[in-house]
C-alpha cells in the first residue's frame, strides 16, 4: 500500500523542519518548484538523509537533449520520483528516461495540471478533444516512451490503468478530505475515491501541511486511503 504522497508547500529549509519534527515515521514527500529553487539539492539531501522519500516535482518541459542531461543530474539526488510534462513530446520522454538510465529513479509525464478545466483547455492550448481524451492521449504517449506513469487527476485514473496497465502509476493530486476547501484545484477527489477510482498515489498539501495538527490529519488522511481498498 503506498503512502499518502505530503506536498511541501512551503518557500524555506527551516518551514520543512518544523514540519517534519511533527513526524516520528518515515514519510512519502513532493518537493515542488517553490521550495527547490529556494533551498536548491541540499535540501533534497538533507530530506534523505532522515528516510523520506521524495517526489521531486519539477515538471522538466525543453529541448530532448536539455532534458535528458538535466535527469542524469537529478538523479545524483537519489530521489524517489521524478516528472517532466507530457506535452513535451515523445521524444523528450524517450530522453528523460535515458538520463535516468543508471539510477532506480521512476519517471513519470504530468498531463493536465488539476487546476485546468476542459474549457481552459480547450481555449487556452487550442486542443479541441475533451480532457479525459487529453490526459489518455498523453498518459498513452509516456507509456510508449518508457515512463513509469503518469500525474493525472482521479477522474482519469481508471481509463488510464485501463489502457496503459495496472503497473502504470496515477499519481493523483487534488486531494482533500471531504471538509476540507478545494483552493486553486478543479478536478478534486477524497482519499477513498481516490482508490476506488484507480489512483495508485495521492499527493496532499494544505489538508496536511495547514493543519493544527499535521501528524493526525496525515493519520486520517493515510487511513482513508488505505481503508478504501
Keep these: 500500500m503506498n503512502k499518502p504522497i505530503i506536498a511541501l508547500d512551503f518557500s524555506s529549509k527551516t518551514q520543512v523542519e518544523q514540519f517534519l519534527n511533527h513526524f516520528d515515521e518515515p514519510l512519502f514527500v513532493k518537493v515542488g518548484m ?21 517526489f521531486l516535482d519539477l515538471k522538466l518541459h525543453d529541448i530532448p537533449n536539455t532534458v535528458e542531461s538535466a535527469m542524469r543530474g537529478l538523479a545524483k539526488l537519489g530521489v524517489d520520483l521524478v516528472n517532466v510534462h507530457a506535452a513535451g513530446g515523445l521524444e523528450m520522454m524517450k530522453a528523460a528516461k535515458r538520463g535516468l538510465a543508471d539510477s532506480e529513479t521512476q519517471l513519470i509525464a504530468v498531463t493536465q495540471l488539476t487546476s485546468t478545466s476542459e474549457e481552459q483547455m480547450q481555449s487556452d492550448q487550442l486542443i479541441p ?26 477522474l482519469e485514473a481508471e481509463a488510464i490503468g485501463a489502457a496503459c496497465g495496472t503497473d502504470f502509476l496515477r499519481v493523483t493530486p487534488g486531494i482533500r478530505p471531504a471538509n476540507v476547501s478545494a483552493d486553486d484545484q478543479k478536478r478534486i477527489a477524497t482519499p477513498e475515491q481516490a482508490r476506488l477510482q484507480g489512483a495508485t498515489h495521492i499527493v496532499v498539501g494544505r489538508a496536511i501541511t495547514k493543519s493544527e495538527n499535521p501528524a493526525q490529519s496525515y493519520q486520517q488522511i493515510k487511513n482513508e486511503w488505505s481503508d478504501a481498498i
Excluded: M, W
Excluded at 534523505?48 to 521524495?54: A, E
Excluded at 518508457?146 to 500525474?151: R, T
Design 34 to 54: 517553490e521550495l527547490y529553487f529556494q533551498e536548491g539539492p541540499e535540501l533534497v539531501r538533507y530530506i534523505k538523509s532522515l528516510g523520506h522519500s521524495v
Design 129 to 154: 478533444v475533451t480532457l479525459e481524451e487529453s490526459v489518455l492521449h498523453y498518459a498513452k504517449l509516456a507509456n510508449q516512451a518508457g515512463l513509469d506513469g503518469v500525474v493525472c487527476s482521479v
